[in-house]
């Protein structure tokens, strides 16, 4: 029979394998999954995020600006884009969002945002978030932690003070998220 494997993870401790998943270790039960033959880091059991488990992806994304902050010492660039989606248990969103991308090398960028999930119906909850993105396969890929704020509307309290991992692709591939429970 095969055993139950509970994924836990941790705030503080985001580890970006060379195969491009994400594993985290920590307290809180994420998900469960079957076992078969389990990744380990330093000895801890880990399991890459299941895109089936997210809760927010991405249909489209349009750049609205971005410019240049800084050259020296690292690169900085400030971007504005809107995202559409789909928020589990909500429906269509919005993700309107700003990004400074510090270019630490060719291989590997820094972010901090900060946006907002709007509803069709026009409730809101504010967002930030830090990244950490490198090329794979040709794309750069990013790997985030976000912290929502609070909220008085309605569909979308279950976000209050929540916590979400993310998964941006740059170019055609679904951004995902996924919240600590």
């Known amino acids: 029979m095969k055993e139950a494997l509970s994924l ?14 994400l594993f985290l270790t920590s307290s809180y039960t994420f998900a469960q999954v079957q076992q078969s033959t389990p ?14 488990d997210s809760i927010y992806n991405t249909n489209t994304s349009t750049i609205l600006g971005s410019k240049n902050i800084s050259l020296t010492p690292h690169r900085i660039t400030e971007t504005h884009f809107i995202d559409q989606g789909l928020l589990k248990g ?3 969103i919005t993700n309107d969002q700003t990004y400074k991308d510090t270019y630490l090398s060719d291989k590997l960028v820094q972010s901090t945002g900060n946006g907002t999930f709007k509803t069709l119906d026009g ?32 569909s979308l309290s279950f976000l209050n003070n ?10 055609k591939e679904t951004d995902r998220m996924w919240i600590l429970k």
């Open 39 to 52: 990744q380990t880091i330093n000895g801890r059991i880990t399991v890459p995020l299941d895109p089936a």
């Open 90 to 92: 909500v429906g269509n």
């Open 123 to 154: 409730q809101s909850i504010g967002w930030i978030s830090s990244s950490i993105g490198r090329p794979v396969d040709g794309r750069w890929v990013y790997y985030g932690i976000t912290l929502f704020n609070n909220t008085q509307s309605k």
């Open 162 to 171: 929540g916590v979400g991992l993310s998964k941006d692709v740059l170019g």
């Open 8 to 21: 836990y993870l941790t705030i503080f401790l985001v580890i970006p394998s060379t195969t491009g998943g």
